[in-house]
């Protein structure tokens, strides 16, 4: 299974973005998805997740993105996405879709065995 994310782009202080991550080769199964992001000379952080149920279960966010990003998936589609709204400078990272190793939302890389390549997301002050 190969994930591609895509849908990053530079964008002003305020504006939106949907990123989108498919599968290839394989499916997303019952693991649970997230989307996390890394800055330069920062670790990668945690950013979305959601569980395999998706909205009717378990969607966890870190405190700085709430309110603002909402996260979904489409499981007959093997798709996430994670839609980007009033975004700020601080937002700027490159920003990676994984599948976690179970059906749970968990917060930390280390859980996520499989990732995408990252999609850049600039956004101008």
């Known amino acids: 299974v190969q994930l591609q994310a895509s849908g990053g782009g530079l964008v002003q202080t305020g504006g939106s973005l949907r990123l989108s991550c498919a599968a290839s080769?394989?499916?997303?199964?019952?693991?649970?998805m997230g989307w996390f992001r890394q800055a330069p000379g920062n670790d990668r952080e945690f950013v979305a997740a959601i569980s395999w149920r998706g909205p009717g279960d378990t969607i966890k966010y870190r405190d700085s993105v709430k309110g603002r990003f909402t996260i979904s998936r489409d499981n007959a589609k093997n798709t996430v996405a994670l839609q980007m709204n009033s975004l700020k400078p601080e937002d700027t990272a490159a920003y990676y879709c994984?599948?976690?190793?179970?059906?749970?939302?968990?917060?930390?890389?280390?859980?996520?065995?499989?990732w995408g390549q990252g999609t850049q997301v600039t956004v101008s002050s």
């Open positions: 080769g394989g499916n997303f199964g019952m693991n649970a």
């Open positions: 994984a599948r976690s190793r179970g059906i749970y939302v968990q917060l930390r890389v280390a859980e996520y065995p499989l």
